[in-house]
């Protein structure tokens, strides 16, 4: 889609005025696959939550993923029985352990850091959240979304097996009392990253629209380079033929786009207009609204009128 690449292209080089050696084009090899043969999310059933069903449908959906399929002892194994030790953090999908995998547990498999991500039975987000990280991540690989290794879907449990990123989220290095603060090149690096990324997800057939990016959800490696996470509340965008999706408003107060909030319509410019709220390129940067406070389902109240009236 000619017209989405050069808004994107447009965006990056003119926010932050990349050198001709930084390249939007990725060096990397990226793996995208059709519409005509990407399974989307609502070709699987999101009501019957029964492990035997879903692992066959996913087994069936997305051979040659390279996805490995975890038990739930492997998992406590690997985590230390998801001791306190290796606690990472905790999000609206549940909380997340720091895990080794020896080069024994999974034939082929090399041995790594890992971070389980676990499923709060009682939290906000569910099956359909899981679904669509092991749909999505399943099948679009690329540079900077982070590499989902494996899920584990037994009874209850339903968890996530992704890379380990050294540097953490980049919320952390932004607004948590970080010592020193990131380097202007650091952040411009991080935002092209990321951009390089929702442009790689809006880019496809039928574009997937990301629907919650925030500093929390840009996950940073060893060297700072950025890779988007948490595909929970990702979703396929418009047909062809079609302006926007309708939907029910999920995302994150502050970083949702107002004609979202006020319409429930979406399109992949709701994702841009997040990317730039959540943009690293201020060094004196605040938190969006002094809080990232996530609404789903119930949507945003009142609150949507509120914002887009704050608008000049």
């Not at 019957?48 to 975890?70: C, E």
Request: glycine residues 8%; aromatic residues 10%.
């Amino acid at each position: 889609m000619p017209s989405k690449r050069l808004q994107w292209r447009s965006l990056v080089l003119g926010c932050f005025k990349a050198t001709k050696n930084q390249s939007l084009e990725s060096p990397n090899i990226v793996s995208k696959k059709s519409s005509s043969s990407r399974i989307f999310l609502s070709d699987l059933s999101l009501s019957d939550y029964s492990s035997v069903s879903i692992m066959s449908d996913l087994s069936n959906s997305l051979v040659g993923s390279n996805l490995r399929i975890f038990t739930y002892q492997e998992l406590s194994e690997v985590t230390h029985n998801f001791s306190k030790s290796n606690y990472l953090g905790e999000g609206g999908f549940g909380k997340v352990y720091k895990g080794f995998i020896d080069d024994n547990l999974k034939r082929g498999l090399k041995a790594q850091t890992v971070a389980v991500k676990a499923l709060n039975l009682d939290g906000k987000q569910g099956h359909r959240e899981w679904l669509a990280e092991v749909i999505f991540l399943g099948q679009l690989k690329h540079r900077h979304l982070v590499n989902l290794i494996g899920y584990c879907c037994e009874d209850e449990h339903r968890l996530l097996v992704y890379e380990y990123m050294e540097r953490g989220n980049l919320e952390e290095k932004l607004f948590k009392g970080y010592l020193a603060a990131l380097p202007w090149l650091t952040r411009i690096k991080i935002a092209i990253g990321a951009a390089k990324g929702l442009m790689f997800l809006h880019e496809e057939e039928k574009p997937v629209i990301y629907r919650d990016i925030k500093a929390s959800n840009i996950l940073l490696d060893s060297d700072y380079n950025p890779k988007l996470s948490d595909f929970g509340l990702a979703i396929d965008g418009p047909e062809k033929d079609q302006t926007h999706i309708t939907t029910h408003v999920m995302g994150t107060h502050g970083y949702a786009a107002p004609e979202y909030i006020m319409t429930g319509h979406l399109t992949t410019m709701s994702d841009v207009y997040s990317f730039w709220s959540c943009s690293p390129r201020a060094p004196h940067r605040k938190e969006v609204c002094g809080q990232e406070k996530t609404h789903q389902r119930a949507g945003f109240g009142g609150m949507g009128k509120a914002i887009v009236e704050g608008f000049p």
